[in-house]
């Protein structure tokens, strides 16, 4: 353990920290990346995902498009985007990062609308709603669960995979790593272990954060009946 | 990393990479002139996956049951699982590689199977838990015991569900062995990033990218494949 160890002690260093290109500016930098990529996700996939559960249809399209992102690796989008007409720098991993948080929020947005009882929705039409006012004033407050569910799993992989940002020249805390391995295992082995703590932190941090977001915006009678649910829609999603 | 320009610089330092004929992004030229490289990658990339499925198989499953046959462990088993697939893939390479060699295959692999884990430990749970309770008792009335019973009932019964999970762990190990690529075990991902480094040869990503894909989708294919020749029985009812 005693690679451990000197990690902590790197990361002990206050020097690391505020140094320029130290952990809070690699630390902003992947902040700044997640919550581009994360909204740009939500704009594309929210609207997305809820019309079609509205709609009933697309189930089809939303598993394909879950399973084709699933076989892309993310460095193949991450390399081949800064070659097309986007260029280098942020936007281009911004970007790529997008593509991958999309599809969880689309499968967890069309499931949490697809999953309101039938009865629910047609005693709302028989209270004379329309299809507008079913959306907004039943289904989209039912799948509030599901929606807050989707966007924990889009956070988290996105905080994750933007470790990944660093291989493209993006930035972000992965950079602390990579340049351990650049120096090598003798010289750089404490500053690699430090960043993989701390990249390990975020995500746990991200991960804790939004399941309290979901927990906080889940009505209290939903609770349970979600837990149990949940380790189905997880394997589909 | 240092041989990559720094992240200030918009432009590619080197020229040749432009836009012109000489970047393109496929070429048969490439394709035929590294045949023998890209196809040892490929080799490495199937290998590796291969491996890390069928270890991830042997460990999950026995994790499965246990958490089935002592409920007081699916929680800690199904958490702890959760916490090591949260860890970003780059982040448990770094805290391996110092224990287990810089450019080790078998970081690579460790990290893989830990991610692996999760996927089927979770849904053999999930199959195993679905056997219905009627269909366990007409096996306890036969006189099959705890290992007959879980052998010969519930663990056919649950195989679509495992093989689901299966499923599941190859395609995404599929992608992630490229993340090796950073300490030089990436299999394709050598070449994606390989042709990044190389002054942005696209030929190399593309190439690397299609056959990762392709063989994400074959392998996907070959398990639905093995599932069917696994469970007779179910053939009928689907198709």
């Given at each position: 353990?005693?690679?451990?160890?000197?990690?902590?002690?790197?990361?002990?260093?206050?020097?690391?920290?505020?140094?320029?290109?130290?952990?809070?500016?690699?630390?902003q930098e992947h902040l700044v990346i997640t919550f581009w990529a994360v909204l740009i996700a939500c704009v594309v996939g929210l609207p997305l995902g809820i019309w079609l559960g509205h709609r009933g249809r697309g189930g089809?399209l939303v598993v394909t498009v879950a399973n084709l992102t699933r076989?892309i690796?993310t460095?193949?989008l991450l390399?081949i985007l800064p070659?097309t007409a986007i260029g280098?720098g942020k936007l281009p991993v911004i970007l790529a990062l997008a593509v991958f948080a999309v599809p969880p929020l689309l499968a967890n947005a069309y499931v949490g609308l697809r999953?309101?009882?039938?009865?629910?929705?047609?005693?709302?039409?028989?209270?004379?709603?329309?299809g507008g006012?079913?959306l907004r004033s039943?289904e989209l407050p039912l799948s509030v669960p599901y929606l807050a569910a989707g966007l924990r799993t889009a956070v988290v992989q996105v905080v994750a995979t933007a470790?990944l940002a660093?291989?493209?020249?993006g930035g972000g805390?992965?950079?602390?790593?990579?340049?351990?391995?650049?120096?090598?295992?003798?010289?750089?082995?404490?500053?690699?272990?430090?960043?993989?703590?701390?990249?390990?932190?975020?995500?746990?941090?991200a991960?804790?954060l939004f399941?309290?977001i979901e927990?906080?915006v889940?009505?209290?009678?939903?609770?349970?009946?979600?837990?149990?649910?949940?380790?189905?829609?997880?394997?589909?999603a | 990393?240092?041989?990559?320009?720094?992240?200030?610089?918009?432009?590619?330092?080197?020229?040749?990479?432009?836009?012109?004929?000489?970047?393109?992004?496929?070429?048969?030229?490439?394709?035929?002139?590294?045949?023998?490289?890209?196809?040892?990658?490929?080799?490495?990339?199937?290998?590796?996956?291969?491996?890390?499925?069928?270890?991830?198989?042997?460990?999950?499953?026995?994790?499965?049951?246990?958490?089935?046959?002592?409920?007081?462990?699916?929680?800690?088993?199904?958490?702890?699982?959760?916490?090591?697939?949260?860890?970003?893939?780059?982040?448990?390479?770094?805290?391996?590689?110092?224990?287990?060699?810089?450019?080790?295959?078998?970081?690579?692999?460790?990290?893989?199977?830990?991610?692996?884990?999760?996927?089927?430990?979770?849904?053999?749970?999930?199959?195993?838990?679905?056997?219905?309770?009627?269909?366990?008792?007409?096996?306890?009335?036969?006189?099959?015991?705890?290992?007959?019973?879980?052998?010969?009932?519930?663990?056919?019964?649950?195989?679509?569900?495992?093989?689901?999970?299966?499923?599941?762990?190859?395609?995404?190990?599929?992608?992630?062995?490229?993340?090796?690529?950073?300490?030089?075990?990436?299999?394709?991902?050598?070449?994606?990033?390989?042709?990044?480094?190389?002054?942005?040869?696209?030929?190399?990503?593309?190439?690397?990218?299609?056959?990762?894909?392709?063989?994400?989708?074959?392998?996907?294919?070959?398990?639905?494949?093995?599932?069917?020749?696994?469970?007779?029985?179910?053939?009928?009812?689907?198709?």
């Amino acid at each position: 353990m005693s690679y451990f160890r000197d990690g902590i002690v790197w990361l002990n260093d206050p020097l690391n920290w505020t140094n320029p290109g130290g952990l809070l500016d690699r630390l902003q930098e992947h902040l700044v990346i997640t919550f581009w990529a994360v909204l740009i996700a939500c704009v594309v996939g929210l609207p997305l995902g809820i019309w079609l559960g509205h709609r009933g249809r697309g189930g089809g399209l939303v598993v394909t498009v879950a399973n084709l992102t699933r076989a892309i690796p993310t460095l193949a989008l991450l390399t081949i985007l800064p070659l097309t007409a986007i260029g280098f720098g942020k936007l281009p991993v911004i970007l790529a990062l997008a593509v991958f948080a999309v599809p969880p929020l689309l499968a967890n947005a069309y499931v949490g609308l697809r999953s309101v009882d039938p009865e629910t929705k047609e005693a709302a039409i028989g209270m004379g709603l329309s299809g507008g006012q079913l959306l907004r004033s039943v289904e989209l407050p039912l799948s509030v669960p599901y929606l807050a569910a989707g966007l924990r799993t889009a956070v988290v992989q996105v905080v994750a995979t933007a470790t990944l940002a660093t291989l493209v020249n993006g930035g972000g805390l992965g950079t602390i790593i990579s340049a351990g391995f650049g120096l090598g295992i003798s010289r750089g082995g404490a500053q690699i272990v430090a960043g993989g703590i701390a990249v390990v932190l975020l995500a746990l941090l991200a991960e804790g954060l939004f399941a309290g977001i979901e927990r906080l915006v889940t009505p209290r009678p939903l609770r349970s009946a979600r837990r149990r649910r949940r380790g189905r829609a997880a394997t589909t999603a | 990393m240092s041989f990559l320009s720094p992240a200030t610089a918009p432009v590619p330092l080197a020229a040749p990479a432009g836009d012109g004929p000489g970047n393109p992004w496929f070429s048969w030229q490439y394709v035929q002139d590294n045949a023998d490289t890209i196809m040892s990658k490929l080799g490495f990339h199937i290998g590796i996956t291969l491996e890390t499925v069928v270890i991830a198989l042997l460990v999950a499953v026995p994790l499965a049951v246990l958490a089935y046959w002592i409920r007081p462990l699916t929680g800690p088993i199904l958490a702890l699982s959760g916490v090591l697939y949260t860890i970003p893939s780059l982040a448990l390479l770094a805290l391996l590689a110092p224990l287990l060699g810089a450019t080790s295959r078998v970081t690579v692999l460790i990290a893989l199977v830990l991610y692996a884990l999760l996927l089927v430990i979770r849904n053999a749970l999930t199959g195993l838990t679905e056997v219905p309770a009627d269909v366990k008792d007409a096996a306890a009335g036969m006189g099959y015991g705890r290992f007959g019973r879980l052998w010969h009932v519930e663990l056919p019964l649950a195989l679509p569900a495992i093989v689901i999970g299966l499923r599941l762990a190859t395609v995404s190990t599929v992608a992630l062995v490229t993340i090796g690529a950073i300490i030089g075990q990436g299999g394709l991902g050598d070449l994606i990033l390989g042709g990044f480094a190389n002054n942005f040869y696209r030929a190399e990503i593309v190439t690397g990218t299609v056959l990762c894909v392709v063989l994400a989708l074959v392998l996907d294919l070959a398990l639905v494949g093995v599932g069917r020749v696994l469970t007779p029985w179910s053939r009928r009812r689907t198709s």
